[in-house]
C-alpha cells in the first residue's frame, strides 16, 4: 500500500531536518503551492523510449507502515542522487527501498539501503539542504550511469533552454481535474523551459533559506510537468544531470514557476562523500585482515 505525504503532515514529522523541511514542504506560497504533495509526479508527459533514462531509480521510503514514493539517478554504479525530503529521519523503524533498472525493467532489482548509508547534506550550520546522497549495498552493473555536470557557465542550462524530467506516479485526472490514483506502466518523460528566478526569489529566500539563492534553477512547463511522485529524480541538460527535483507549483495548473536545486554547488560535497566513503571501505577491510591475524 502506498501513500503520498502532504507538506503539511510531512513538516510536521521532520524535526532534525526542520528548517529545511518544515520551510520546503510547508511554507511555499505565491508561485509554488501548499497544495502540493512531497512527491512530484510527471504529467502531460509521454512514454520514456526503452532506451532513454536508464540511470533512473525509484525509491519507496518507508515509514513503518506506509511506502512513500520519489525518484533517484544512478551517478555511479553504487551512488544514487537525490532530494534529502525523500528521507525523514524520525523513521526510526523504516527503510529506505530502491528498485533499479526499472526502467524498462529488464533488468529490475530492489534492495534495502542501510540508514548509515543515507547521507543528505549539511552545511557548516548543520542545516539540510535539498540534496542527499545514497549509498546501494552492491555494486550495480549493465546501467550507465548520468553524467555529473560540467560547472561552468558555458556548459549550464540558460534561459530558454529545455530540461528534461522523468518519473512515475499519478498522472492522470478525473473529470473533475483530480488525480486518478494509478502509477503509468512506463516512466514518464517530459520536458520544462528554464527560465528567470527573478519573480520567485521572494518565495525562495522566504521559504527556502538553507540554500541560497543562486543555487536554484527555474523552470516552467512546456512539453509536461513535474507533479506528485517525482522529487529527486534529475533535470538533466545534454545528457548530464543539472539539478534534482524539488518543488513546484499546483500540478496540472501548467502555469508557475518550479525550483529545482542544482547539483553543481555541491560537486565538491558530492566528491568527497564518494572519496571518504571508498577510503572508509578500505580501512575496514584491512582492519578485518589485522583482527583476523592477531
Known amino acids: 500500500m502506498s501513500q503520498t505525504l502532504s507538506r503539511a503532515e510531512t513538516g510536521r514529522t521532520l524535526r532534525t531536518m526542520a528548517s529545511l523541511q518544515i520551510l520546503l514542504l510547508l511554507c511555499i506560497t505565491v508561485s509554488v503551492s501548499a497544495a502540493g504533495h512531497l512527491q512530484k509526479r510527471i504529467y502531460r508527459g509521454r512514454n520514456c523510449s526503452p532506451s532513454e533514462r536508464l540511470y533512473h531509480v525509484r525509491l ?32 526510526t523503524s523504516g527503510a529506505m527501498n530502491v528498485i533499479v533498472g526499472v526502467h524498462p525493467g529488464n533488468n529490475k532489482k530492489e534492495m534495502e539501503i542501510n540508514q548509515a548509508d543515507i547521507f543528505p547534506f549539511k552545511d557548516t550550520n548543520n542545516n539540510v539542504h535539498d540534496i542527499m546522497l545514497l549509498r546501494l549495498p552492491k555494486k550495480i552493473t549493465g546501467i550507465k550511469p548520468i553524467k555529473l555536470p560540467k560547472c561552468s557557465a558555458k556548459y549550464e542550462p540558460k534561459i530558454n533552454d529545455l530540461v528534461e524530467v522523468a518519473g512515475y506516479g499519478n498522472c492522470q485526472l478525473d473529470a473533475t481535474y483530480h488525480e486518478v490514483k494509478i502509477q503509468p506502466a512506463k516512466l514518464q518523460c517530459a520536458q520544462m523551459k528554464v527560465e528567470q528566478c527573478r519573480n520567485y526569489q521572494t518565495t525562495i529566500q522566504s521559504c527556502m533559506p538553507n540554500e541560497p539563492y543562486g543555487y536554484w534553477l527555474c523552470a516552467k512547463p512546456h512539453a509536461g510537468e513535474t507533479c506528485g511522485g517525482d522529487s529527486g529524480g534529475g533535470v538533466v541538460f545534454n545528457n548530464r544531470i543539472h539539478a534534482v527535483v524539488s518543488n513546484g507549483p499546483i500540478c496540472h495548473n501548467n502555469r508557475g514557476t518550479f525550483g529545482y536545486l542544482k547539483v553543481c554547488p555541491y560537486m565538491k560535497w558530492i566528491k568527497n562523500t564518494l572519496k571518504e566513503r571508498k577510503r572508509d571501505k578500505k580501512r575496514k577491510f584491512w582492519e578485518g585482515i589485522v583482527n583476523k591475524m592477531g
Not at 506506509?66 to 524520525?90: E, P
Open 60 to 91: 519507496r521510503p518507508y515509514d513503518g507502515k506506509y511506502y512513500h514514493v520519489c525518484g533517484g539517478s544512478l551517478i555511479s554504479n553504487q551512488w544514487i542522487l537525490t532530494a534529502a525530503h525523500c528521507w525523514n529521519t524520525s523513521w
